[in-house]
């Protein structure tokens, strides 16, 4: 996977130098051009093959240009909405948290259950609880990948938290 953002960053380095070259080379074209063309008469051959160097180099660099202006503006125009969803997911993973923590405290709990139909009928309700947690941590996961493409700080400060939280929960339960 890092590959994958190694190589989109280094084209995303690369466009505006190649546009740049591009859209000089065609200037650098019509002035020669021009210079040229004051000097002597141009055959048809000449001149239509100069004409087309330089309005391709111009009309490729311009396509590079614009296409990597493009896909910067829509990210800023994007990452408003998706802050506000990421703000969500995160509520999600929080709320997901909490009910895992209410789960194993059952789970823990019905060890004490001295009656064993009530203890089934525990188990099974615990069984289905966390199939719905472990499909709701799916689709959060899944997710959380989606809104990397356009908010990767976000994704790594949330990375960071939960890491310190899931860090202070482990100390915790070892001091117990």
């Known amino acids: 996977m890092k590959n994958k953002y190694d190589k989109k960053s280094r084209q995303m380095r690369m466009d505006p130098i190649l546009s740049g070259l591009l859209i000089f080379g065609s200037i650098v074209v019509a002035a020669v051009f021009a210079v040229v063309s004051s000097d002597r008469p141009l055959t048809n051959l000449e001149a239509v093959l100069l004409q087309s160097f330089g309005l391709g180099a111009g009309l490729i660099g311009s396509f590079i240009f614009g296409r990597q202006s493009t896909q910067k503006a829509a990210v800023e125009l994007v990452k408003p909405h998706a802050r506000s969803a990421f703000r969500r997911l995160w509520s999600l993973y929080q709320s997901l948290s909490r009910l895992a923590e209410v789960v194993q405290s059952a789970q823990r709990a019905r060890f004490d259950n001295e009656n064993s139909e ?24 899944d997710a959380l990948e989606d809104w990397r493409d ?12 939960m890491n310190t939280r899931q860090n202070n929960k482990n100390r915790m339960k070892g001091n117990e």
């Open 118 to 141: 009530k203890q089934i009928s525990n188990n099974e309700c615990i069984a289905v609880i966390e199939a719905i947690i472990s499909e709701q941590l799916s689709t959060a996961d």
């Open 150 to 161: 356009l908010i990767p700080e976000d994704i790594e400060v949330l990375e960071q938290r």
